[in-house]
C-alpha cells in the first residue's frame, strides 16, 4: 500500500499523540499531558521557527510521524532544518513510510531555502541507521546535553 505525508492536522491531535507515544516508548520516555498539548499547539502556531509535522498515512490509517523545525545558524546565512521526531509503528517498518517522512522534510527544506537537514538517533538504532545511512550522511559529532 502507498504511503502518503500530509501535515497534521488540528483534528488529527489523538491520533498524534498515539504515535508520538510510541515513538516515546520506543526512547523509554514518558511526558506529561501538559507537553503533549503545548508541543501539539505549536504546530500551529505563526512564526517560521515553530516546530512543524508530517503524519505518514496508509488509507485512513496513520503510521507514522516526523517533527522538525527551522532555525537560525551561525556557520551558514541560511538557516537549517532540525529533525526531532520521526516514528514509523512498528508493524509497517522496512516499507518506505520512514524514507518518504524523511523526504518530505527534505522537501520543506528546500521550499524554505534551507541546505542542511539534520538530526540525532541513538546508537543502538540499529534499524533506523541503515535508512539513515542510504539517505543522509554521517557525521563524527557526539552529542553532550545538560
Avoid at 501538559?34 to 509535522?53: I, K, M, N
Avoid at 540525532?120 to 533506523?128: G, K, M, P, R
Wanted: glycine share 6%.
Amino acid at each position: 500500500m502507498t504511503v502518503e505525508i500530509k501535515p497534521v492536522q488540528r483534528a488529527d491531535k489523538d491520533i498524534w499523540a498515539r504515535l508520538w507515544t510510541g515513538y516515546l516508548t520506543f526512547y523509554k520516555s514518558e511526558l506529561p499531558q501538559s507537553v503533549y498539548d503545548a508541543t501539539f499547539d505549536r504546530f500551529f502556531a505563526d512564526g517560521p521557527y515553530e516546530p512543524r509535522c508530517l503524519m505518514a498515512w496508509q488509507g485512513e490509517v496513520a503510521v507514522g510521524l516526523v517533527h522538525y523545525m527551522r532555525h537560525r545558524h551561525c556557520w551558514r546565512p541560511e538557516d537549517v532544518i532540525y529533525l526531532q521526531d520521526l516514528f514509523v509503528s512498528p508493524d509497517i517498518r522496512g516499507t518506505g513510510a520512514g524514507r518518504a517522512l524523511i523526504e518530505a522534510v527534505y522537501a520543506a527544506g528546500d521550499d524554505l531555502g534551507c541546505p542542511t537537514v539534520y538530526w540525532t538517533t541513538a546508537e543502538d538504532n540499529h534499524t533506523a541507521r541503515k535508512l539513515y545511512d542510504r539517505v543522509a550522511t554521517k557525521t563524527e559529532f557526539i552529542k553532550y546535553q545538560r
